[in-house]
Every structure is written in structure tokens, then in C-alpha cells.
């Protein structure tokens, strides 16, 4: 009975997981749809100073918004370990 219920815990959080990551991949494909790059191209064009208005509010903004997302995304990929926590 215990390892259906970790079973069923580790199905909700696995696909709890999925929908965080479909949603991070989403709101990154809007900045690089947006910026017509991704945030590595982005990164390193505002660390040459290629990006035009960088230290405007919106872009300053999107690059920290972006920024998180890879992150984020980074983590909900590593998925659940066996414990059913998120690494």
C-alpha cells in the first residue's frame, strides 16, 4: 500500500513538473522570439555592449526575468530524485 501511494505521490509531482517546465520553455521562446536570439546570444551580446537600450528598465528587466527562467528551467529539468523532491 505504501508503494502505491509513493507511486502516485511521485506521478503527480512528475507531472507537476512537466507542466512548470512546459511553461518555463514557453516564456523563454517569447523572449527569444522577441529578441530573435536565446539568452546565451543574449547574455554575451549585452556583455559587449550589443544590445541596444540594455540599461532601459524593459531590457534590463527581460534579461533578469530571462535569467531566472534558464535557471528555473535548468532545475525542473534535473526532475524529482527518488525521494520525490526536486533537486
Known amino acids: ?3 502505491k501511494a509513493q507511486s502516485s505521490k511521485l506521478k503527480l509531482v512528475s507531472a ?10 514557453r516564456e523563454i ?6 529578441y530573435r536570439m536565446t539568452f546565451t ?3 554575451e551580446a549585452w556583455e ?5 537600450n540594455k540599461w532601459s528598465h524593459q531590457v534590463e528587466r527581460d534579461y533578469m526575468i530571462w535569467e531566472g527562467l534558464e535557471a528555473e528551467k535548468r532545475k525542473w529539468s534535473d526532475g524529482p530524485s527518488s525521494d520525490g523532491q526536486v533537486a
Open 1 to 3: 500500500m505504501k508503494a
Open 16 to 25: 507537476d513538473l512537466g507542466r512548470q517546465l512546459r511553461e518555463c520553455e
Open 29 to 34: 521562446g517569447d523572449f527569444e522570439l522577441k
Open 41 to 43: 546570444e543574449f547574455a
Open 48 to 52: 559587449s555592449d550589443e544590445i541596444p
